[in-house]
């Protein structure tokens, strides 16, 4: 079978942030670039990001030093993030962030009439010795819906090429294994074409999806992890994943975090302020992992909120209508569309929601994806051709535990960083991989399994069944015999996904084909996520067993690498070289 | 409960025709994107767009027992009486005045095209500062409830001048958000932007009926900001 080709110097998959960003940078300088999404851009997931982009840019704090930005990000990431890519992250960070400013982002502003600045969790001073900084940059609470809509708008100003809703089925791979573009199916009409290119730029976010409870977007599928799995690319980290404090209890929508960057706090049902017992310095701003693991306690304890006692409360009214009503009104809306509860009379039931992938693809800080060379711990290799930035990338810049704010400045700054290492390369002459038939049959493959399906589960079920499994095996907290009993239902799915049913084969705007697709995905970060976790015996950051308590800075001050063609987790060395810092040492993580 | 929906596919239906379905909602006040998955999970041949499912990324619009709206952050209770209680079918058809691609989900290129032609970024021409350039917040705040717009074509689909002229009349998202820019102390453009807005179409035809103001699911009020940009053209006649 032959399909329509059509030819780029680079495709970005995905119309979130990073791809947006990646997207901009080479629009800008003229080379052609396609962006391919399956939702219009704005619809991506970053547009619900709330609180902010976290960076050192001095309008609250004019002493403000992005060194003491770094300082708190690897201690947020329990110290299996590279300080070199921190380093570029934190230092870049402001430059990145007054770019988006001239683009037009309508921040929030200070009387000085600089970009208003809000304190958020894990956020220091001086190297964690100054007190509570407040270093995130926000629109509202709508900073993504403001970012997301303004590099829209920059690269319809830019002339970028848009495929949008057109949906990425699989990566193309030549026989060395370097990338060659993808299969990309165009939803309204169901023409399957091969987007053939010199550089393929993953920017697919996160897998939220994997779980029955999450803040994420039901588009949250994965399907760049699920493509480079496929592809025998390699996951890093894919353990850890963030169960964001306060998403809305059996709502799942988030409630930024901001919320208690303007002075909210946690209650528990005899209306004690309960984080002033876990965290007394920081308190309801400690870190993520943190705070979600002590409101499980208190509701594991018998302390939880409500008829079932399974949720805590979130107290905004000291705050007063007025501060409430400029600084949060999104989440005003929120809480009363999904708990009935004005924030301005009454606390919000929160509880601890599946929310952020801090794993994905290894890449430098260049965007490459990488992979292991054969065996030596920490070798590895750029992959040619593939490049991943965003959620699905892992650099990695939040190792165990992602700050608040720390991903929309991901986005930005690594999604312009591989534009601009991509720019650079195509000026100096990139290869393009040329697949052959068999590779292109190999890519065609999964598309004719669910054409062909004749009989079998239906999708909805077995998606249902695989985030219960995840969401029951792999919380906040975790427990080896439960981890165990999880690896192997999800090997039972995976056989049975395989021969599962799709009943609606016809093409015009197809979703039950696409959902059909996302499926394959979700079960291929799940997979990951499963074997990940039950082999990491330790517990780090969001990763918290009950049957291995401590950190194991002497097994496991490493990344782990999950191989797809073996099914087993290897490690990889943590970079501890930043360029013009010296190393920050692990140390005990209290906050 | 009774859905009643909008179904046509055009590989296999000659013309549109309503589909009932059955669903069980357990008495609870559901948002109509539940009921929507609840029949997917019935009949996969069902097609409609969802992302965010938290009513900001403005995929769901469509038209709810007679009103636009996003099926997302409508509760049954919202729709129309009796519906919750299942005395009344729930009905949905895709957005009206724009042409239908399959189920509820239509093709947007002309409210795209209109957003586009109104030039929707900053234009700034002067050497960018080494940091952030400055603006009050009285000046931020005269773009509140204008940025906000998530494009989700509610208002310019409830409006009867963008049914007659979709291709002259910008409709009031794409106004919307010509004056967020007119209205931005950055944007230093106001005068090639009026000049694009001054013929017979583009804005005039506004009639001021004001389904926009009702049906906007974020709140947002399109015509007043079209109220502003024509005070704005008359100064610049003056």
Redo the contacts between chains.
Sequence with gaps: MSIRTVTFDAIVVGGGGAGMRASLQMAQSGFKTALISK??P????T??AQGGITCA?ASADPNDDWRWHMYDTVKGSDYIGDQDAIEYMCSVGPQT??EL????L??????????YQRPFGGQSKNFGEGGQAARTCA?AD?TG??LL?TLY??N??NGTQFYSEWYAAELVTDARGHAAGVIAICI?TGETVFFKAKATVFATGGAGRIYSSTTN???NTGDGIGMALRAGVPVQDIEMWQFHPTGIAGAG??VTEGCRGEGGYLINKDGERFMERYAPNAKDLAGRDVVARSMMMEILDGRGCGPNGDYVYLKLDHLGEEVLHSRLP?IC??SK??AHADPVKEPIPVVPTCHYMMGGIPTNIHGQALRLDGGHQGQAEQIPGLFAVGEVACVSVHGANRLGGNSLLDLVVFGRAAGLYIEDALRQGMDQAEPNSDDMDRAMARLRRWDDSKGGE???SLRKELQSTMQNAFGVFRKGDLMIDGVKKVADLRSRIGEAH???K???????RI?ALELDNLLEVAEATAIAAEGRTESRGAHSRYDYPDRDDENWLCHSIFDPKTKQLGKRDVNFKPKTVDTFQPKVRTY | MKVSIYRYNPETDREPYMKEYEVDTGGKDLMVLDVLNLVKEQDDSMGYRRSCREGVCGSDGMNINGKNGLACITPLSATAPGVLEGKKALILRPLPGLPVIRDLVVDMTMFYNQYEKVQPYLQNNTPVPAIERLQSPEDREKIDGLYECILCACCSTSCPSFWWNPDKFLGPAALLQSYRFLADSRDQATDERLGKLDDPFSLFRCRGIMNCVSVCPKGLNPTRAIGHIREMLLERAV
């Design positions: 939702v219009f704005t619809r991506s997931h547009v619900s840019i962030v007054f400013e001239h683009m037009g309508p921040f929030s502003r200070t009387e000085e009439g600089r970009i629109a709508r819906h403001a809509h708008q920059q319809l100003k309204e977007a039901l588009i929508t988030l999104g809306e929120l569309t999904f239906s999708v909805a799709l009943g609606d016809s093409q015009a705007f197809n979703t039950a959902e």
